[in-house]
């Protein structure tokens, strides 16, 4: 018999690199950052936890963030479906709007913080507009508090959201919803019994990215809240921590505590997923 060479995976080579890529650039932040959390500059262990939770200044920085992430969440993708749902045939409209909105993306949340600071501070043309037009009696206050960090935070996640939103929409078979017509099925039955089940597990996913980048607001929270009040959200506790105690310890406890908490509501969004529906992911063309 002849022994024929052995044949090699044309992709095997870059394994390696995959496996060093993802060591270095996650694997090991994580676990250079918990082991510092257990090494407090005072105290035992779990000084660091103790303190956070223990401290009025910081813990109840993770119920101002989900307040903020929360309603951000639920309002990108919210939007995201019934827009997504008219632009979801291809056309110049549709080519305009995935252009416009991409704007936001690009610009990130500084020059868009940095806009609203213009615009919606009191003295800008919106509240302006709004009290010549007596739609509003007393002062009108977009920055500085809870809502200028809510508003950025959804102009700058609703193009995220509603990108993939519009992704999943275009992948399900028009002709589905086409059947089911001609059996008698109303445009709320189409959308409820076809286009919602097919949807889910996409919406789901767009929600916990929506949820982390929400969650991990910053730079709105300073530029537009107030860091000292109602805004002081965990990623500001964490930085002052780092770099105003230089307490590198207690900061990488407070990023813990952030990762552990954003984890918690990923997982309970991914495991309510299974009450609503099961089966295909999606329903595509061909």
Not at 28 to 51: E, I, K
Not at 127 to 144: C, F
């Amino acid at each position: 018999m002849i022994a024929l060479p052995a044949q090699r995976d044309p992709k095997g080579w870059l394994v390696a690199p995959a496996l060093v890529f993802i060591i270095a650039l996650f694997i090991y932040p994580f676990a250079y950052g918990l082991m510092l959390s257990f090494n407090p500059m005072n105290g035992g262990a779990w000084a660091n936890y103790v303190t956070f939770f223990t401290d009025t200044s910081m813990w109840p920085t993770i119920i101002v963030t989900l307040k903020l992430a929360v309603p951000a969440t639920i309002i990108n993708v919210g939007i995201s479906v019934p827009v997504a749902f008219a632009l979801r045939r291809s056309s110049p409209y549709q080519k305009f709007a995935t252009t416009l909105l991409v704007i936001p993306v690009t610009l990130g949340t500084v020059l868009i913080a940095d806009g609203m600071l213009t615009y919606f501070s009191p003295n800008g043309w919106f509240p302006q507009a709004v009290q010549a037009l007596h739609l509003y009696g007393d002062e009108v206050r977009l920055t500085h508090n809870y809502w200028g960090v809510l508003i950025s935070l959804i102009v700058s996640g609703f193009p995220f959201a509603f990108l993939l939103t519009l992704s999943y929409v275009t992948g399900i078979d028009p002709t589905l919803a086409r059947a089911a017509a001609t059996l008698g099925a109303s445009p709320w039955q189409q959308f409820r019994q076809i286009y919602l089940p097919l949807l889910l597990p996409g919406l789901t996913m767009t929600a916990c990215l929506s949820f982390v980048q929400a969650f991990s607001v910053f730079p709105s929270a300073v530029l537009l809240g107030a860091p000292a009040g109602p805004t002081r959200v965990i990623s500001i506790a964490a930085s002052e921590a780092a770099f105003e105690s230089y307490d590198y310890s207690l900061a990488s406890t407070i990023a813990i505590v952030m990762g552990f908490v954003q984890l918690l509501v990923v997982g309970g969004m991914l495991g309510a997923r299974r009450f609503f529906y099961t089966g295909p992911v999606s329903g595509g063309k061909g």
